[in-house]
Structures are given as C-alpha cells and as structure tokens.
C-alpha cells in the first residue's frame, strides 16, 4: 500500500529553526513536494525532491533520502506567519496522482 | 501566468439539495484536473481526477460525480448532498504530459460547503 507518515503537530519559537520529518513507502517514486496550508486556505507549493540531497530556497529547506524513504522540512528564522499546517506529498508514478500526507500543524509562538 | 479560479468561496446546502461546483483554469493548455476533499484536521483526500475533456477517473465511490466538458472547465456536482459531504473543497491542475515537474499542483482557492 501507499502511507505517507508526518507528525501531527510541533511547536517552536519565533526566530528559531524547526524540522518537519516525513517518511513515506510508496510503489514508485518520481519526487517529493512540500506545501504550506494556512488555515482556510489552500495549499502552496514550496519545495521539490527528486534526488537525494538538500535543496534550499530562502528560509526554507527540503532534504530528501531516497534509500531511506525519508524527507525533512527545514524552517530558518521562523516568524508567525509560519504558522500553518506543512503538507508532504509524493508522486508515486501513479497516473499523475500525489499521495498526501495528513499535514503537521505548526505553531510559531512569540 | 496560469491561474485557476474556483468558486463560490462557502456555501450552505440543505441535505438531500443538488450541487454544483465550478473550477476553470486559464493560461494553459490540457491540465490534469483534481477534485479534493479535505475534512477539519483531515489531510487531502481525491476525489476525482482528470487527464482530458471527458475523462474522470473516480478514486473515492460517493455520491459525488465529476464532469470536463471542455479543455480547462472541471465541475463537482452531487445530485442529494449528505451531512457527510460538509468539508473543503480544493479544485487543482497540474501540467498535463511526460515532464518530471508535470505532478506539481496548483490549487484553487477552495469551496467550504456546510451540509446542514
């Protein structure tokens, strides 16, 4: 089957650094994105993973192992707009159909 | 630039009334198309998906249906909602053909549709 796993919630301070985990087993493989959800909001896109390693834009962070079947979001000097649900999702070469994770609700408090 | 508009924005049905859920896209050409469902604290469900006009494939057997009556047009209808049917509706696209990059979606604003 396909399972995507990602903690439920996490907390973390302003100005601080806080790194959301995924793991995923899935039958095929083609990337791995990252959305940010705020609430009542749809979900943006912000990172890509096909191959191992990091990639880096901005604040944020997106590192992927393959192997492992692992990927982590890293989130720099954080600020309170940060504060949303963080969405990992991976194309398993199925039809053009991502399989989602359920989210993890970060809280940036002050 | 592509953008994709859906709507309306909420909406409050009485069970057992129709619905009709419209999403068009513009500034490209033959999108996969994505109905999702996503319930309070839940993560995103599909509901439908679609490669071309006329063709829908259902992941999820409800009492929901899906239509692309043209290239960029996708609809969501319900001819007797359910109380069960309350939730987040996200229309999506993504660029149709064999590109790596091709699964990437972009999502439209959302329906929060309240069965009362």
């Known amino acids: 089957g396909q399972n995507i796993d990602q903690p439920t919630e996490m907390t973390a301070t302003e100005g601080a650094i806080v790194q959301i985990n995924c793991t995923y087993q899935?039958?095929?493989?083609?990337?791995l994105f990252w959305y940010q959800q705020h609430a009542g909001e749809a979900p943006t896109f912000l990172s890509y993973?096909?191959l191992d390693g990091l990639e880096e834009k901005g604040r944020f962070s997106s590192f992927l192992s393959r192997s492992k079947g692992y990927s982590y979001l890293l989130l720099k000097e954080l600020q309170m707009k940060d504060s949303a649900s963080y969405l990992c999702a991976v194309d398993a070469g199925n039809n053009r159909k991502l399989i989602w994770g359920l989210g993890t609700s970060l809280a940036v408090n002050p | 630039s592509q953008t994709i508009h859906q709507w309306p924005a909420t909406l409050v049905q009485p069970v057992g009334s129709p619905l009709s859920l419209e999403c068009t896209v513009e500034?490209?050409?033959?999108?996969?198309l994505y109905w999702y469902r996503q319930a309070a604290g839940r993560g995103l469900q599909l509901l439908f998906y679609?490669?071309?006009?006329?063709?829908i494939s259902s992941e999820v057997p409800q009492n929901l249906s899906a239509s692309r009556p043209q290239d960029r047009q996708f609809i969501l209808s319900s001819k007797k909602l359910l109380l069960s049917d309350s939730g987040f509706y996200l229309c999506?696209?993504?660029?149709?053909?064999?590109?790596?990059?091709?699964?990437?979606?972009?999502f439209g604003q959302g329906t929060r549709l309240t069965v009362v």
């Open positions: 993973n096909v």
């Open positions: 999506a696209w993504s660029r149709g053909g064999g590109t790596i990059l091709n699964t990437e979606a972009f």
């Open positions: 679609s490669v071309g006009i006329g063709q």
């Open positions: 899935t039958s095929g493989f083609n990337g």
């Open positions: 500034g490209t050409s033959n999108p996969n």
